[in-house]
């Protein structure tokens, strides 16, 4: 059979093609798993070897799946992708559970090539190990595991009990009591002074969490356009933002209970989601360090996140600005935002920018009333992450 048949255009192919297929007689999963020698292991196990990197995590889910939220250092190898997802899922609750089956092993089998140069692609020489997952440590991670198996009988895997699902249990205990153990210093200071980013230089040198990477969202009423930009998909829920902010915390285990976390100043809501209360408490009481920058430094950090640097987002913001026509009128004045308006339709975007830095984000920044123990000038990322790390090494706040 021509695998070319199994590329449905919608589901209405699907049904027509799998009435007339004559499905062969196809062994429990158990009994086909049974030959294969597969450690199933705890969640913690995994988490707790995850900053050592000497082994190669995969997750066998669709790439939506993936893509929304993943165990930290995973890489995505879809035994079915969304298409495929979603037609073995429609079979199974439409038609039969043995077409499902037959069909799901028909899509993993056509990919033992592909499978074969992705593994190769991605283990290391450090490797001891390969961890693969799915949503719930069932079928598809068995599967992949056992086609694993197939082409490389000398490589252990483990696979992770319960999948992904239980990795929800984790993040909920840890924002809810562990939380409550780590130290924070708060990286504050005006819109556009690229904190985001200084955070982004510092990872890897000190421990650091970033709030709007795991939201996929600069906390503003343009945050999500820089991702659009990027091509990176959004988040699809309070969950996936939680399990992507714990995994920042993972990746920094090394650094666990014994130093302050650099971590950016937010508001309780980023985008659509909420940071969590208590690290959202322990931040507001955490010491703080002040960002300056000058307004021209300000505009140009803007323009490269927001526009990118051929202008590809002045439609998106145009059409967030007009959309949202009036909040800003009755924010900003009807006037003032027309002018705002001609400036984007004129692409005076340096213009527009500083209207918005000046007279409306600056107007709404809010001063916790902290001292900060530093205040550091920003004009130059390099230099000043360079500043930021040495000073935070050398006034004991980390190694």
Known sequence: MEKSFLNFKNDKELFSFIR???????????????????????????LSNIPEKRFLIIDARSESEFESSHLSNAINFPVLNNSERHYVGNLYKNYSQKSAIWLAMEYANIKKESLKKFINNNLTLDSKSVYVYCWRGGGRSKYLSSMI?????????????????????????????????YKFIELTGLTGCNKSKLIEFCSGKIPTINLENAARHQSSLFGDIPYTLRGLPSIKDQSSFENNLFNDF??????????????????????NFNIPKNLFRKI?????????????????????????????????????????GDFFKQQLSKDLYYEMLEALNEVNVDKFIEYMLVRYYD?????????????????????TAGKLTDFLKNYGYTD
């Open 20 to 46: 007339f297929v004559n499905i062969p007689e196809i062994p429990p999963l158990k009994s086909i798993f049974k030959k294969y020698n597969f450690e199933e292991i705890e969640l913690n196990e995994l």
């Open 149 to 181: 198996s197939d082409l490389f009988p000398n490589l252990k895997i483990n696979i992770l009990k319960k999948g992904f699902k239980s990795y929800r249990n984790i993040v909920n205990e840890f924002f809810e009591n562990e939380i409550n153990d």
């Open 250 to 271: 993972i990746l920094n285990r090394t650094f666990y209970k014994k130093r302050h976390f650099l971590i950016e100043s937010e508001s309780r809501k980023i985008g």
């Open 284 to 324: 507001s009481e955490s010491p703080s360090i002040l960002v300056e920058s000058e307004i021209e430094y300000r505009i140009k950090t803007i323009k490269e996140d927001y526009f990118g640097n051929n202008l590809e987002g002045l439609d998106l913001i145009r059409e967030r600005f007009i959309n949202k």
């Open 363 to 383: 107007i709404r920044y809010k001063n916790k009333g902290k001292k900060p123990v530093l205040v550091l000038k920003n004009n130059n990322l390099e230099e």
